[in-house]
Every structure is written in structure tokens, then in C-alpha cells.
């Protein structure tokens, strides 16, 4: 994901700014980078000729109780950050699926012994293909890990801190031979991937952990809720789920902007299902895929035309 060309523009502390100009002294960036940020998918339509972002104002509504979270202080509403982001999205002249990545980090004179005050903004944009068309679902793990709880550093804020925990019982189990990592709470319950929410079908009923359960609050998480819920019509239930649960769930599959609906294929070497893409799973994926691009034109406020 990060070996893409980088774009010719970045939004920075309120202006467009040449991409070779954004700079960072090293000092602070290496050592007190203390920053929050949202990863949003925008979504190109060939018929239409239009790119989408999908859910922008539900990431930045998140970002900001981050913010509040993390006693950050900023100039820029939350109606400012939306209109950037189109307005730099479109001054890359993008022609395909990008992420549009908003980020505030505190100003170098902000130190430990009291984080609060000014950050900087920033929105980096960066081309990035859907993987939605995927033939196979993924091979995960359980983790050897332990998710981070709310009164330690809280999953709720989408914070580079944070995925710290994440990144390490991710490449544990990359090097092991898995494509993904299924963390485990402190309580011994599911609780999420590493950059996903983790769903299971199990009787015909869609199933995931609760938000009390110390996962991100995520808005494809809630997406694929509200979908289950009034598209497709299927029975939703927001629970603790035990690890053997996901070993004879009739399917699987991991959600969030990055992973978009992504198919789990075995578990520890368990398969789910008959190791193929369930139907449920497809569903949702279909539905998914054209909604995202406008194919689909319902829900209309989660598209933001660039």
C-alpha cells in the first residue's frame, strides 16, 4: 500500500500544498509524532466518471471524538476536513480507487508530561485498488496477543500508537503462514483483526463482538450491520464470542475500510464452512461493492461526490 507514486498535492494545515514542501523536522517526527488519523476509501465509477468517498463524514465524526479523546486542540470544523478532503481528491485528479488519510499530530512543543494542545492536520491521498473481486478467502490465526484494553491505550481511538499491538501480532502471524491475525481480548473473547472487525455466520444469524468488547468503533463495522439489517434482511447479534464459536462458523469474514468485506477461508487450520466464500459473505460483498460506487443508489449520504 505505501509503494504507490505519492501524489502531486497534500492538504496541510489548511492549504494545498506541493507534495515535496510538507515536511516534518525530523525531531518531532520520529520521536513525539503523537497523532490520530482515518484511513477512507474513495471509490471510482467507470460508467459514471465520478469518484466517491465512501462514509467521509462518519470517519471524521469518529476522528473527531478522537480528538477529544486525545485533548487535542484544532481550527479546522469538521465540515472544514470534509471540504478538504474533496478539494484535494480532486486537485490529484484521481481516476481510480484511492484512500484519502486524514491526520493530526501535536505540535512539536507538546511533550509527555501534558499532551494537550495545537496538533497539525494533514490529508494525504494515495492510489489503492479494491480487492473486493478476490477469489479466496484468507487463511488467520488466533493470536498469541493480547488486544489492548480501553484503560490501557483505547481501541477506540484511531490512533498510529495504537497499532503498535496490532503490527506485532500481525507480522507474527505472516511470518507463521497465515494472511491474518485474529486478536483475543483480555476477558479470553474474539475481539478483532488487526486492522479489521471480525464477523461470523453461524445459523443463518450474522454475529460480532460487541464495541464494549475493546475493538474500534468502526464504520464498516456499522455498515455491514445496517446492511445485514435492511438490505439483506438477516437476523443481526452483537455478542462476546468464544474462539471454538469461529472454528465451526458456517462462514467468516473480516470488515473495515482496508479490508473491505474480506472472506476467512480457515481458521488455526480449521476450515470455515467448506473453505470456500459462503453465500451470506458473497451477499455482502456484492452489496457492498455497489453501494460503494454508486451502482447501488441507495443511501445516498454515504457517498460524497469529489
Request: net charge neutral.
Amino acid at each position: 500500500m505505501w509503494d504507490t507514486p505519492h501524489p502531486q498535492y497534500i492538504w496541510l494545515d489548511g492549504k494545498i500544498t506541493p507534495w515535496e514542501q510538507a515536511t516534518m523536522h525530523v525531531t518531532h517526527g520520529h520521536i513525539f509524532a503523537h497523532s490520530i488519523f482515518e484511513g477512507i476509501r474513495a471509490y471510482w465509477n467507470p460508467q459514471r466518471e465520478k469518484l466517491y468517498i465512501f462514509r467521509l463524514h462518519a470517519h471524521l465524526e469518529r476522528l473527531y471524538r478522537s480528538i477529544k479523546i486525545m485533548r487535542m486542540e484544532t481550527p479546522f470544523s469538521l465540515e472544514d476536513l470534509v471540504r478538504a478532503s474533496v478539494e484535494i481528491a480532486g486537485a490529484n485528479t484521481y481516476r481510480e480507487d484511492i484512500y484519502v488519510f486524514p491526520t493530526l499530530f501535536f505540535a512539536p512543543t507538546t511533550f509527555l508530561s501534558k499532551m494537550v494542545g495545537p496538533a497539525h492536520t494533514y490529508i494525504n491521498t494515495f492510489p489503492n485498488a479494491s480487492q473486493l473481486s478476490r477469489p479466496t478467502g484468507v487463511k488467520a490465526c488466533i493470536s498469541s496477543w493480547t488486544r489492548i484494553t480501553d484503560n490501557m491505550l483505547p481501541a477506540r481511538v484511531k490512533c498510529w500508537a495504537n497499532y503498535r499491538n496490532s503490527a506485532i501480532a500481525w507480522t507474527d502471524a505472516t511470518l507463521s503462514g497465515y494472511d491474518e491475525a485474529i486478536m483475543m481480548n483480555t476477558r479470553g473473547k474474539v475481539c478483532e483483526g488487526p486492522g479489521a472487525c471480525v464477523m461470523m455466520i453461524q445459523d443463518g444469524v450474522l454475529v460480532t463482538p460487541p464495541v464494549t468488547s475493546d475493538i474500534l468503533v468502526s464504520v464498516t463495522r456499522n455498515t455491514i450491520l445496517q446492511i445485514g439489517r435492511e438490505v439483506l434482511g438477516i437476523p443481526v447479534v452483537e455478542r462476546d464470542i468464544d474462539r471454538t464459536e469461529l472454528y465451526t462458523a458456517e462462514e467468516a469474514f473480516f470488515c473495515g475500510t482496508g479490508a473491505e468485506v474480506k472472506p476467512i477461508a480457515s481458521i488455526d487450520h480449521h476450515l470455515i464452512g467448506n473453505g470456500e466464500i459462503g453465500p451470506i459473505t458473497q451477499k455482502f460483498r456484492k452489496t457492498y461493492h455497489d453501494l460503494i460506487r454508486g451502482i447501488d443508489d441507495r443511501y445516498p449520504e454515504w457517498r460524497t461526490l469529489v
